[in-house]
């Protein structure tokens, strides 16, 4: 007989060593382990992508002790509801509270349960699939004895869970499949999320056709149907699009043209072509800088083109860029050198601008000393002319650290060389 509930509902541990994966949190030689098997349970924040296992994982906590557990939901419990599990917890102090998607409550709600987590009148297990550094406050974080990240299942550990809901009561174990281990094998290959594989699993057997004998006959069509588009993963809001554009900027900062590629694959499957084009630009002189000029400079034209053309043919431009992009030398003196005249002035450092480069454009300028011995370098055969150009408390300061690398190395010779020459005319000046 059909049951309604979901068969990744049934399937959730009720003990800790049911638990699928996660064993960096969870496995006999964590901490984590030793503490629930030995009586105590800490509060905790559970963090990581949707289907992790982390409403299983403080199902399982709950199974694993002789704590009242509640569970509830951010996206639908009061404070209201909240204010009263407390005054229940202060009866018996021994109440599991486990609050999904926590980052969802506001400031006010999370702060409610902070005098009951101080007090031990509840122990609290939070979830959510956002940074808690980020969606949680700082208060709740710090009366979390554990904050534990999460994984994507890997193939085995979702294979093995396949395995077990075919033969667990609480599974498929009343119906009778014919399914192969290469099947199997192609739903574990499609997603880390252990949820969405077992409702591709139950998807698969109930689109199946039934023998006379009634077993349900698992075809390979039936299984690559379910799984389309089933495996990709975006929130254009949440930590996995900003990992995927950091992912993104380090593979072409790395110059792992395939690893870009991957990700710029999976930033266009989430349509967030804005945010490609934004990320290449800030690459380009951030990433490649003096090293390649020239192709820092292309960047901008082939966003022009991205936009003219739109989707699906954006993406031709896109992967020249990209590649392009990733097998440059790389740079980011020029920015670095800024960022240190910034972290100069922001201390303080405004010492006043020499005389002779002061504005001279308005009468009486020249009566103030402004102007006065300014050398107009176009005047000199060479182009360079010495002067001092920066305050005289700074005079010798090199903000610029050059690298010896692509195009920058011309510039960096050049520099050098405009350098060397200041400081002898410097020294030649001092000797007068």
Not at 215 to 223: D, K, R
Not at 238 to 259: M, V
Not at 349 to 378: F, Q, R
Not at 386 to 396: A, C, D, M, T, V
Request: hydrophobic content about 35%.
């Amino acid at each position: 007989m059909f049951n309604n509930e979901p068969l990744a509902f049934r399937m959730r541990p009720e003990k800790i060593e049911e638990v699928v994966g996660q064993k960096h949190v969870i496995g006999e030689n964590t901490s984590l382990y030793k503490m629930i098997k030995n009586g105590y349970v800490p509060s905790m924040l559970l963090y990581g992508p949707p289907g992790t296992g982390k409403t299983s994982l403080a199902y399982a906590i709950a199974g694993s002790s002789n704590m009242e557990f509640f569970a509830i939901n951010a996206t639908s419990a009061s404070k209201k509801e909240v204010e009263q599990i407390i005054q229940e917890a202060k009866l018996t102090r021994n109440v599991l509270l486990f609050i999904d998607e926590i980052h969802r409550f506001h400031k006010g709600q999370q702060d409610t349960l902070l005098n009951a987590m101080e007090e031990g009148i509840i122990t609290f297990i939070g979830a959510t699939t956002e940074n808690p550094y980020h969606s949680v406050n700082n208060a709740i974080r710090s009366r979390c004895g554990q904050i534990k990240q999460l994984h994507p299942l890997n193939q085995d550990d979702i294979l093995g869970l396949l395995h077990r809901a075919l033969k667990d009561p609480r599974g498929l174990s009343h119906m009778t499949i014919d399914i192969s281990d290469d099947h199997l094998k192609l739903i574990a290959e499609t997603t880390g999320d252990g949820r969405t594989a077992l409702t591709i699993l139950e998807e698969v057997v109930y689109a199946s056709d039934m023998t006379d004998e009634g077993t349900y006959q698992v075809e390979l069509e039936t299984v690559q149907s379910s799984i389309q588009n089933k495996g990709f993963v975006h929130d254009n809001k949440g930590d996995i699009y900003y990992d995927l554009l950091s992912g993104f900027q380090k593979s072409i900062r790395g110059s792992d043209a395939d690893a870009a590629l991957y990700y710029l694959a999976r930033l266009l499957e989430g349509g967030d072509l804005e945010a490609i084009m934004r990320r290449l630009l800030v690459i380009a002189y951030e990433d490649i800088g003096l090293a390649s000029p020239a192709v820092a400079a292309r960047v901008l034209p082939a966003i022009q083109s991205v936009e003219r053309l739109g989707l699906p043919e954006a993406r031709i431009p896109l992967s020249v860029i990209t590649i392009e992009l990733c097998l440059s030398p790389k740079s980011n003196t020029a920015y670095k050198a800024l960022d240190k005249a910034i972290k100069h002035v922001k201390k303080g450092v405004t010492a006043d601008i020499p005389d002779h480069i002061k504005d001279s454009h308005y009468a009486g300028a020249s009566n103030l000393g402004h102007g006065v011995e300014y050398k107009y370098p176009h005047h000199s055969s060479t182009g360079w002319v010495y002067q001092e150009y920066l305050p005289e408390s700074l005079r010798g300061m090199s903000y610029y650290q050059p690298k010896m690398l692509g195009e920058e190395k011309r510039y960096a010779q050049t520099y050098e060389k405009l350098k060397k020459l200041s400081n002898e005319s410097r020294q030649d000046e001092k000797k007068r």
